[in-house]
């Protein structure tokens, strides 16, 4: 009981706590407003399970096993969310109105956009694989537990991630003016730009 309720304050801590999905998320919900914002989390948390699946069956102890396995995965997050932060840091707001067409190809491309960039995080699959392990009881079927801890996981962070976008939502009157805008924008690129180039620079172990 007590493994359980350590594993639950943990992931929650490791949830909360800001990043790389906080970032997007927030750029997100500013953009498109909560349908954006939910389509983001829901995108980011099914990278989770992705995740979760390769840490239970194996797949990402080979990926970090093998030397070059880690190198392409890695880069290819960093280039990935640079990109995004390039985006958002150069962004300009347009005057003209975008069309119904425009709007939901954007909220469709945030379930993309999370997707990809959780499942291109090598440091998410490390996570999983010295996470989760720490709370295996070897004596039960250890991908059970795997699975279910990974699916926890997952709950508790789109969970959290529906509640920050209603706030963020809510605020964004607020946070929608020009000038807080073009700062947001700016604060948000420079950390997903921050991230990328933190990704790309760390070593294989």
């Not at 962004?91 to 990809?116: I, M, W």
Request: aromatic share 12%; charged share 15%.
């Amino acid at each position: 009981m007590n493994d359980i309720l350590t594993f639950l304050v943990l992931t929650l801590f490791v949830i909360m706590s800001p990043g790389i999905d906080t970032a997007l998320i927030t750029k997100r919900t500013m953009a498109d407003r909560q349908t954006g914002g939910y389509k983001m989390a829901l995108g980011l948390a099914s990278g989770s399970l992705v995740h979760t699946l390769a840490a239970t069956f194996g797949l990402s102890a080979l990926l970090l096993q093998s030397a070059l396995a880690f190198e392409i995965v890695k880069y290819a997050g960093a280039l990935y969310l640079m990109y995004l932060g390039t985006s958002a840091f150069l962004s300009k707001k347009s005057n003209a109105s975008s069309s119904e067409k425009e709007e939901q190809s954007k909220e469709t491309s945030a379930f993309r956009q999370g997707l990809v960039s959780n499942v291109l995080n090598p440091k998410v699959a490390v996570f999983f694989l010295t996470f989760l392990p720490q709370f295996v009881q070897t004596d039960q079927n250890v991908t059970l537990q795997l699975l279910l801890m990974g699916i926890t996981y997952t709950i508790l962070a789109i969970t959290w991630f529906f509640v920050f976008v209603f706030f963020i939502n809510y605020l964004r009157k607020w946070l929608t003016t020009p000038s807080v805008q073009r700062f947001m924008d700016k604060a948000t690129g420079v950390v997903l730009i921050g991230f990328g180039l933190k990704l790309a620079f760390e070593k294989h172990k």
